[in-house]
């Protein structure tokens, strides 16, 4: 069997199952699509680390914003989301970073009255990939006004803030934001969701965290040894040989064999169990 046919059959095994193990599920409890926009970007913005502690954080995160996300950051008040977020802390991210991701969302939603229409102004329809737009996309937005939030002018050195719009022209793999884009491209499957109809899913770059590096080293799809912007675009690459006009299709269900189905190229059972085991070069090999 070759390995487009197994990735499809892989593809089609995707189920709600695994749709509610991914931070991608809250932009599923909004019919709004404006809605789904903000609460995708930042969704995307704190999925790093343990999906339960992701999901668990992002509940304590929306229920604030109740009904309305798109809503809350219209009216979004510096202040008021300082005393209202002060205790909040994920990881490396506190309540200050959160109030600057939120200001950063309200910015571009008075600038150019979508996030979609915001990236578009950096936006590169011709090129290969999102390279070049998502290093425009991630500069304007380090270029706001947080003084609001931070005191001063400069958004200061102690701040993990930044850790939020990294850029490929640093060597970044972008994942949280390759993941997003993901989301909002993708033609509407019943996981990603088809809002943005200006970017090509042609164009994509595949969000590249510890599950996609092993995975795809697996399958041949990379000799890289540092999840990096050029192993992305390597692995991308691999994918569009298998469909060039959609060559991150296959992300979710991957991703998932390590989230969802207990993959670490280590556990024999997972491995006998698993989809693309006479594709895979780890594991039992």
Known sequence: MDIKTILDRLYESRSTVHLANDPLSFCHRYEDPKDREVVGLIASSLAYG??????????????????????????????????????????????????????????????????????????????????????????????????????????????????????????????????YLRWMVRPADGIDLGLWKSVSPSQLVIPVDAHIQRISGFLGFTSRSQADWRMAREVTAALRQLDLLDPVKYDFSLCHLGISEGCDGKNRDACLKCVIIDACMGGLR
Request: proline share 5%.
């Open 50 to 179: 343990n999906v339960k502690a992701i999901l668990t954080s992002l509940e304590s995160v929306f229920d604030r914003m109740s009904p309305s996300p798109r809503r809350y950051m219209e009216v979004f008040d510096v202040e008021a989301g300082l005393k209202e977020f002060a205790g909040f802390k994920y990881r490396f991210h506190n309540g200050r970073d959160l109030c600057a991701l939120f200001l950063a969302v309200r910015t571009m939603l008075e600038e150019a009255d979508s996030i979609q229409d915001f990236f578009l102004a950096g936006h590169d329809a011709d090129a290969q990939d999102i390279s070049a737009s998502l290093a425009e996309f991630t500069a304007a937005v380090l270029r706001f006004d947080y003084s609001a939030v931070f005191g001063c002018p400069a958004i200061p050195k102690e701040s993990y803030f930044p850790l939020f719009y990294p850029s490929p022209a640093g060597g970044s793999a972008c994942k949280r934001l390759c993941m």
